[in-house]
């Protein structure tokens, strides 16, 4: 988890809500990521950053949207959350693409419960 | 849809004895990593392997790859109780993204 925070670790909301989850890095790596993880699905990609203002969908990107301003900080946020957003949320970072073999590195996570 | 399945899901071994674990992938790739899950907490790379390799090790993993079955395994070696946590296979396809597998959850019995 080192050089990657995220903020917060823990929250509940309400339907209908709107929540912005932060993702900071120390290590200047170009690439962030956002997933969620769920029982039986792993994990899967939201949606990911390959450098300032540039973002592109991932496999489970509807009800989310993402901004990154500065290299080291990554948002994820959910316009109106619903209860299926449920779930833990792990930003990751990597150097480059990871096609192109590099290894991702994880933060600690946030868990969301959306009543 | 999901590229990498693992198997098993679940995994109950004694100290002392290997663990297996393997996984499925579809499509073509870049390489394959693993990684490990402590509950509770996020996950933490442990071996890569290229296309172009075929068998890998690092410590006691023993990573190998088998491109034409689209397959790779885990083997950790003489297990201990902190090995116990959740593994996952993770492809790198040529797109540049990382797909995970769904994990394989193992216990390691003191």
């Known amino acids: 988890d080192a050089g990657i925070t995220q903020s917060p670790r823990h929250k509940v909301t309400e339907t209908g809500t709107p929540v912005t989850l932060r993702c900071h890095q120390t290590?200047?790596?170009?690439?962030m990521y956002w997933y969620r993880q769920d029982p039986g699905h792993g994990l899967r990609l939201i949606h990911y950053?390959?450098?300032?203002?540039?973002?592109d969908k991932g496999e489970v990107s509807d009800g989310y949207s993402v901004s990154r301003s500065k290299t080291e900080d990554f948002l994820l946020t959910l316009e109106s959350a619903t209860s299926s957003q449920t779930s833990v949320y792990f930003c990751?970072?990597?150097?480059?693409?990871?096609?192109?073999?590099?290894?991702?590195?994880f933060g600690p996570g946030t868990r969301l419960t959306v009543l | 849809s999901q590229q990498g399945e693992e198997d098993p899901q679940a995994l109950s071994i004694q100290e002392g004895e290997n663990a297996t674990m393997n996984c499925s992938y579809k499509?073509?790739?870049?390489?394959l990593q693993w990684y490990r899950q402590n509950s509770g907490r996020g996950l933490v790379h442990l071996i890569l392997?290229?296309?172009?390799?075929r068998e890998k090790h690092s410590g006691r993993l023993r990573v190998t790859l088998d491109t034409s079955k689209k397959s790779s395994s885990l083997l950790i070696t003489a297990s201990r109780a902190a090995d116990t946590a959740s593994y996952f296979c993770?492809?790198?396809?040529?797109?540049?993204?990382?797909?995970f597998g769904q994990g394989t959850t193992l216990q390691v019995k003191p």
């Open positions: 392997i290229r296309s172009n390799e």
């Open positions: 950053s390959y450098g300032v203002k540039d973002t």
């Open positions: 990751a970072i990597s150097e480059s693409r990871s096609g192109a073999g590099d290894t991702q590195y």
């Open positions: 290590e200047n790596h170009r690439y």
């Open positions: 499509t073509s790739i870049n390489n």
């Open positions: 993770a492809s790198a396809v040529l797109v540049g993204k990382l797909i």
